[in-house]
């Protein structure tokens, strides 16, 4: 038997039993996570336009031009974490993951971020957001948060699920607290402490 059939058999049988544990179903893919610069704003959107194309992930529902993007990542707060997930193999955009305060009106909410997070469809399941997840964990801390409280729509188990693993926990529904492409979405609301 030639080396690569046994080495592509190894990696057969290792892709079979992480599936059959019901783990990672891809290999895990080592990403260069780094802070946005205004220049990402054409490989976010690259990857954040086809998940609100889909419909089904987010309360997103209007495409986002390259120059929105742009304006937004140069005007976002300082307070925030905007970080974007780099695959070393092309130097493309494979996710992000925003994270910001969420009032402006009063100091009371200091300590709390919101968050989202996106992953390039052809990517999910590679641990990419797994990598978001934990340089922004420690970036929030840096910067004073103490707790991060976002909502993921209801009908969508993959983030949730994916939140979960990250130690978010459900607190409650929103009901029919998001309406997309005409249809009433609950929202579930999730939350993690940092500290
Ligand atoms: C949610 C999302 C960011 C996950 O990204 P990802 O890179 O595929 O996630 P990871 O590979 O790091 O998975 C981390 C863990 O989350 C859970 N998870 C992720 N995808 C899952 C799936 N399809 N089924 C079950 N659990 C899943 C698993 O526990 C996984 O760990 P494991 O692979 O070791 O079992 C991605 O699916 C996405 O971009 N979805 C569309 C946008 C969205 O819904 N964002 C969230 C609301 S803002």
New binding site residues.
């Given amino acids: 038997m030639r080396q690569c059939d046994l080495s592509e058999r190894v990696f057969n049988d290792r892709v079979m039993a992480v599936r059959e544990a019901g783990?990672?179903t891809m290999p895990v893919v080592t990403v260069h996570v780094r802070e946005a610069t205004p220049d990402d704003a054409e490989g976010i959107v690259k990857v954040l336009n086809p998940?609100i194309e889909a419909g089904t992930?987010?309360v997103l529902d209007t495409l986002m031009t390259v120059d929105t993007q742009r304006s937004y990542v140069l005007n976002a707060s300082p307070r925030g974490v905007f970080h974007v997930a780099i695959d070393p193999a092309d130097g493309s955009v494979v996710?992000f993951q925003n994270a910001q305060p969420i009032a402006a009106y009063t100091h009371a909410f200091d300590h709390v971020c919101d968050m989202?997070?996106?992953?390039a469809l052809a990517?999910?399941?590679?641990?990419?957001?797994?990598q978001l997840f934990r340089a922004s964990f420690e970036a929030l801390v840096t910067k004073g948060f103490e707790k991060i409280h976002t909502f993921?729509r209801a009908d969508?188990p993959?983030?949730l699920?994916?939140y979960q693993?990250h130690g978010f926990q459900i607190v409650g529904v929103a009901v029919r607290h998001a309406r997309v492409l005409g249809r009433y979405v609950d929202e579930t609301i999730i939350e993690k402490f940092l500290l």
């Avoid at 990517?123 to 797994?130: F, T």
């Fill in positions: 783990k990672t998940i992930y987010t996710g989202g997070t996106y992953v990517r999910w399941r590679q641990g990419i957001a797994s993921v969508n993959v983030s699920q994916t693993h």
